[in-house]
């Protein structure tokens, strides 16, 4: 099951730096998945998806990595930006069952 | 250009009081859902529907009932609201299930005191 508390481990960066954000999954058998972003008093929003058969995914300014062996998954977001403060969240699929999400990372981007 | 509408954002109601909340969605997606989000806590599944009149539990469907007579619309009804239903609810919808993004309102803020 996953692991549950009252506060989202937090990630501060300096502006400009590069991002890592991870995620440890819970079903070996899932097979696709999805990184969100969630800004304050906001819905999630995609913003990278990534298939159990491959073990990198680029985007723009993004970059998903899956590891299977050890059921992790990173975010990696280049030159982070102001507005990329938010909280960020995993979320797996096991073969079109319903997604089961993490509990999240808050990012703070310091100027 | 709406994709997912929630209503309301803000509720507060009485232990025991009932309140539906409203969703909508425009992309013509079969697959719709409601989740609860807890401070520091992921996503939690409380119903979902595969397409109009068919709609199935999630993880945490006590408290809650839902409905789907249309495409378009999902709501969630809560009778007999409790302080444990403190929270902040998202509807989603999705094209299909196990691949492509869910597509989410921005959500509905309830307390219950």
Redesign the interface.
Known sequence: GESVGLHLPTLSVQEGDNSIINCAYSNSASDYFIWYKQESGKGPQFIIDIRSNMDKRQGQRVTVLLNKTVKHLSLQIAATQPGDSAVYFCAENNYGQNFVFGPGTRLSVLP | NAG?TQTPKFRILKIGQSMTLQCAQDMNHNYM?W?RQD???????IY?SVGAGITDK?EVPNGYNVSRSTTEDFPLRLELAAPSQTSVY?C?SSLS???????????SRLTVL
């Open positions: 997912v859902y989740y401070p520091g806590m992921g996503l939690k599944l979902y999630g998202f989603a299930t196990g691949e492509g993004e869910l597509f989410f309102g921005e959500g």
